[in-house]
């Protein structure tokens, strides 16, 4: 076999083999196949796309490049959630211990953000002593006996999609479809999980601003995991504002906590029920959806998911008294209030320039090694379609470092706009593929 007639194969419409892809990751993993042939290979997929056999082989092969998670010492069926990125986006603090809560097991392999916020582990360590160094036996132990654990990516995972992106990002071939699915598919496969929820998001705030573009990749995604044997199911959500009202690390610990005490926000709290009520049924524990609901309803009334967040920060080092004492979480020196400067209804709320503002107070990273500040972000107090007067706060700041105060309040003005008659809320779910 030689790349050039693969590549050529590719450029000429053709479809590869499962053979030829294999053939074609084990190379560019290898370093056998150079950069150039594989970016060329890249562009004639852009251009030709790839059916839905070729995703799901080429998702297998880049997941099998590396260390394959075997989770089969955990008892029970293994759902992952997977969000595309958003802004705000609370959702798996939230539902990791409810759905564990539920009896179902949730062992998470996290990773740390770039970007507008910290990823999940880096929300988590704004908890004093929280830590996701566990060895495999105790997080394989954490799962059995509580039914849930966190751990920071062991060993490498899908190198493969790791090379293929860095080369993507700089040959322009990054958002394309087959490419993107099966990037993302190969990163969950790899993790070890037998079903897979995926929150698609959509808009402004989201890395796809279309919703034809969302559904398109909610279902290349559906059908890779579908052809590799794990149930798969996508939730394309509304990304057009951040969810909930904390952008921020530390913030968003409370935001999750006050949403598992039964008074978070309406859309992150709506946003969660759904994407847990398809874990609790791919996992098999309840037989429909409302009666997932209704169980996660249960468990946020009756303090169970909340229960489950204190035991597994105590499991992990934590100090579970943050939980109910959310005050002793990283907290920022100064609160800036950002105010409307007219009487209407918010009509819009650009949530990729609200993360970036975010990132500019120290809540994200700019570059890999960026040093975040746990404390920093933004708490909205108004969403679309919410009535606002004249000097009253669109949002707060959280502020330590007022370096870029006057440039990050800049920005922020031009992300919300202000209609003088009443605007509906968005949607918040678009629909569902399976
Ligand atoms: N996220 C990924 O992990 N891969 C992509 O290709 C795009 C977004
Ligand atoms: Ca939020």
Redesign the pocket.
């Known amino acids: 076999m030689r790349m050039y007639d693969l590549i050529r194969k590719k450029r000429d419409g053709e479809t590869l083999s499962k053979r030829e892809i294999e053939y074609i990751v084990r190379g560019f993993t290898d370093g056998l196949i150079p950069d150039y042939q594989m970016a060329a290979l890249a562009m004639a997929i852009y251009f030709r796309g790839m059916d839905s056999r070729e995703t799901a082989d080429l998702t297998m092969a880049m997941a099998a490049s590396g260390e394959m998670v075997d989770l089969s010492s955990i008892e029970g069926v293994k759902v992952d959630k997977h969000s ?2 958003g802004v705000g986006d609370t959702t798996t603090l939230v539902l990791a211990p409810l759905v564990a809560a539920a009896g179902v097991p949730v062992a998470k392999m996290s990773g740390r953000g770039l970007g507008h916020t910290g990823g999940t582990i880096d929300k988590l360590e704004s908890i004093p002593g929280f830590s996701v160094e566990l060895t495999e036996e105790q997080f394989v132990q954490n799962v059995n006996t509580m039914k849930l654990a966190l751990i920071g990516q062991t060993g490498e995972i899908a190198p493969a ?1 790791k090379k293929l ?1 860095a080369l ?1 990002d700089v040959t322009a071939t ?1 958002d394309t479809i087959p ?2 699915a099966s ?2 598919m190969s ?1 969950k496969l790899a993790a070890g999980a037998d079903a897979i929820v995926l929150d698609v998001k959509t808009g402004e705030g989201a ?1 796809m601003k279309t919703q034809e573009g969302s559904f398109s990749l909610a279902k290349a995604m559906v059908d890779i995991g579908t052809q590799l044997g794990r149930k798969t199911i996508a939730v394309v959500s509304d990304m057009n504002q951040p969810l909930g009202y904390a952008i921020g690390n530390a913030l968003e610990v409370k935001e999750a906590i006050d949403t598992l005490q039964g008074r978070g926000p309406g859309d992150l709290e709506e946003l969660c029920l759904e994407l847990g009520s398809h874990m609790l049924v791919l996992a098999g524990r309840v037989p429909d959806q409302d009666a997932a609901k209704d169980l996660l309803r249960e468990l946020i009334a009756s303090g169970a998911g909340l229960e489950a967040l204190k035991r597994f920060v105590q499991a992990q080092g934590g100090d579970p008294s943050v939980i109910d004492q959310p005050e002793r979480l990283p907290q920022a020196k100064r609160f800036e209030p950002f105010l409307a400067g007219e009487d209407g209804y918010v009509s819009y709320i650009h949530a990729e320039v609200v993360g970036t503002c975010a990132m500019m107070l120290g809540a994200g990273r700019e570059r890999k090694d960026s040093v975040i500040d746990l404390a920093v972000g933004i708490v909205l107090k108004k969403k679309v379609g919410d009535p606002v007067k004249k000097g009253e706060p669109l949002a707060i700041l959280h502020v330590n470092d007022e370096s870029r105060l006057d440039e990050t309040l800049a920005l922020l003005r031009g992300s919300f706009e202000i209609h003088p008659s009443p605007v509906p809320k968005p949607p918040l779910i678009y629909g569902i593929v399976t």
């Open positions: 595309t990125g999609d992106y993507r990054v490419l993107i990037s993302i990163k890395f």
